[in-house]
Nanobody
Framework: QVQLVESGGGLVQAGGSLRLPCAAS????????MGWFRQAPGKEREFVAA????????DYADSVKGRFTISRDSAKNTVYLQMNSLKPEDTAVYYC??????????????????WGQGTQVTVSS
């Protein structure tokens, strides 16, 4: 069982930055691939970024590539999403998730086993 707690959300102006930490419970953090997803009002939840269990591979949605960076700190059992050059269309609830699939990055939501409660990010124009 893994519990995930996101934080770091808030209100920011367009062009600004935020860093979202997601703290994971348990001693098996390194066995999980991790991902970030987001859901805007009236839209389906969508993939944002993923990092393999080893931390050696990352993947990004085209809409955030070059602006967002996913990373993980095994000593702190935490995965981060650094968001730069934020745009109003980045406004959403951001969720982190853990997948038992190891050795690769995971985009498909159905392959994630545990989810956090989400944190709101609002980007004003």
């Amino acid at each position: 069982q893994v519990q995930l707690v996101e934080s770091g959300g808030g209100l920011v102006q367009a062009g600004g930055s935020l860093r979202l930490p997601c703290a994971a419970s348990g001693r098996t953090f390194n066995m999980y691939s991790m991902g970030w997803f987001r859901q805007a009002p009236g839209k389906e939840r969508e993939f944002v970024a993923a990092i393999a269990s080893s931390g050696g591979s990352t993947d990004y949605a085209d809409s955030v590539k070059g602006r967002f960076t996913i990373s993980r700190d095994s000593a702190k059992n935490t995965v981060y999403l650094q968001m730069n050059s934020l745009k109003p269309e980045d406004t959403a609830v951001y969720y982190c998730a853990a997948s038992r699939v190891v050795g690769t990055v995971v985009r498909a939501q159905a392959l994630y086993n545990y989810w956090g409660q989400g944190t709101q990010v609002t980007v004003s124009s």
